[in-house]
């Protein structure tokens, strides 16, 4: 099931980039403008079916890959993780997604919430929005409806996140988390939010925003990470094979954030395939030294994964894989931070909160 969700993805957009006129119109340009008047009814987070994940029921980002070792610890765990999801409306219906959508809350449940989400849970209650996701094509092509349809997705992850804040994580420290579309909503929410709040700052343990290129300086109060212990801070990498590069925005990623996922460093020394503790394609198989990596120029640079599970577009462009290439060094990382973070504020764990 995996492989043919993420074959269906990588067609797709391998067709916008190949066949723009084609693929786009065709296929993921929704037949009529954006109107709010016309989007899917806006998602009150009270209700639980809204939340991919939530700590007190069983979902997909509980799993760990099978003889991995790992456990999921949630039960224990003394900080939160609110993880945005990347996108996994396809089709061109409409702007944005319905939350009712019983296909795309699959492809989200059995992709990301598992492969990306599922990696924090050594360290971190997880708290997983559904959100009217804009549609694929709000991403490919950059159009005054596909940012209009981006907005209305930010303002139900704003709305989500504000209501983990006030219900689900009173004063809890948290790691916000991300790829994709999700990573362009958790910049804003930083900028719109944490810069601004102090006090929401000294909760926050660390940004794991992949996926899209985070424009450095972007922050004024929130550093870049440049170390396996540091807190407060982001980290960003968008992972490409040797000599390949984006096809669109490729100043953008010159100049992005590049942390290292095999040293949580930005000092663009390369990392070989011996540091990477396993990466995680198909769930049932952990794969050792997958992979190596480097940071040049913006871009975190990979030799070729060592397995064939890793799909790519185009044969070099890895995105997609961002946490399954390194889901180990991840979830290892997340637990360090989290550690650090305790340490360095000496915080004692919250009482529990009763299930909401």
């Known amino acids: 099931m995996k492989r043919i969700l993420l074959t269906e993805l990588l067609l797709l957009l391998i067709m916008s980039i190949a066949f723009p006129a084609f693929a786009c119109r065709r296929f993921i340009k929704p037949p009529r403008s954006f109107s709010p008047t016309g989007a899917p009814r806006a998602p009150e987070y009270s209700r639980k079916d809204l939340w991919a994940a939530l700590p007190e029921r069983r979902d997909a980002a509980d799993r760990i890959p099978a003889n991995s070792g790992y456990r999921d610890a949630q039960a224990s765990a003394r900080a939160d993780v609110f993880y945005i999801h990347p ?7 409409s702007w944005n997604a319905d939350l009712q959508n019983a296909a795309v809350n699959r492809r989200t449940d059995r992709g990301p919430i598992l492969h990306q989400a599922g990696v924090f849970n050594s360290c971190c209650r997880i708290f997983a929005p559904r959100y009217r996701q804009a549609t694929l094509y709000a991403e490919v092509q950059n159009v005054p409806d596909g940012r209009a349809a981006l907005d209305l997705a930010y303002r139900d992850v704003r709305a989500a996140f504000q209501y983990y804040l006030e219900r689900l994580g009173k004063n809890r420290p948290f790691i916000l988390a991300a790829h994709g579309q999700g990573s362009l909503h958790a910049l804003r929410l930083i900028q719109d939010l944490l810069e601004k709040n102090e006090a929401l700052r000294k909760r926050l343990i660390a940004a794991y925003i992949p996926g899209v290129p985070a424009a450095l300086g972007l922050m004024k109060k929130i550093p870049p990470c440049d170390g396996p212990r540091e807190t407060g801070c982001i980290l960003s990498w968008n992972t490409f094979n040797l000599g390949g590069y984006p096809s669109r925005d490729a100043d953008a990623y010159a100049r992005a954030l590049c942390v290292n996922p095999l040293t949580w460093k930005r000092d663009g020394k390369p990392a070989g395939y011996d540091m990477n503790l396993g990466g995680v394609s198909r769930f ?3 794969d050792e030294r997958v992979s190596d990596a480097q940071c040049i120029e913006g871009i975190l640079r990979i030799s070729g994964p060592r397995s064939r599970d890793y799909p790519s577009r185009g044969n070099f462009d890895f995105r997609l894989m961002d946490y399954n290439l390194f889901y180990g060094n991840i ?10 973070y305790f340490k360095r504020f000496r915080r004692m764990p919250p009482k529990r909160e009763s299930p909401r």
């Open 284 to 286: 049932f198989k952990r």
């Open 331 to 340: 979830r290892r990382n997340a637990k360090e931070r989290t550690r650090a």
């Open 87 to 93: 996108t996994t409306y396809l089709r061109g219906d």
